[in-house]
């Protein structure tokens, strides 16, 4: 098993910036991938980033540029941080842990709203 615990979600202004976190305890070690979706009110969950067990990283094209995933090893945490935030990043974001065997845990998710 393992938990995902996130944080870091709020209201803030278009163009402002927060850093959003998510910390995984349990079975850690058999993690090949983490990341984060994203869903808005009426529309389907929406992939934003990838960070795998080797380093890779990918993000959706609607974020490039303005969101950085990243992670602290020795924390078994996950960030990701969102700079530029427009009112279409408004969605409740949710951080997933992928093991070596392809089943994925999911966070709670977080609300992000950017007002205009």
């Known amino acids: 098993q393992v938990q995902l615990v996130e944080s870091g979600g709020g209201l803030v202004q278009a163009g402002g910036s927060l850093r959003l976190s998510c910390a995984a305890s349990g079975i850690i070690f058999r993690i090949s991938a983490r990341g984060w979706y994203r869903q808005a009110p009426g529309k389907q969950r929406e992939w934003v980033a990838t960070i795998t067990s080797g380093g890779t990283i990918n993000y959706a094209d609607s974020v490039k540029g303005r969101f950085t995933i990243s992670r602290d090893n020795a924390k078994n945490t996950v960030y990701l941080q969102m700079n530029s935030l427009k009112p279409e990043d408004t969605a409740v974001y949710y951080c997933?842990?992928?093991?070596?065997?392809?089943?994925?845990?999911w966070g709670q998710g977080t609300q992000v709203t950017v007002s205009s």
């Open positions: 997933y842990a992928e093991t070596t065997w392809g089943h994925r845990y």
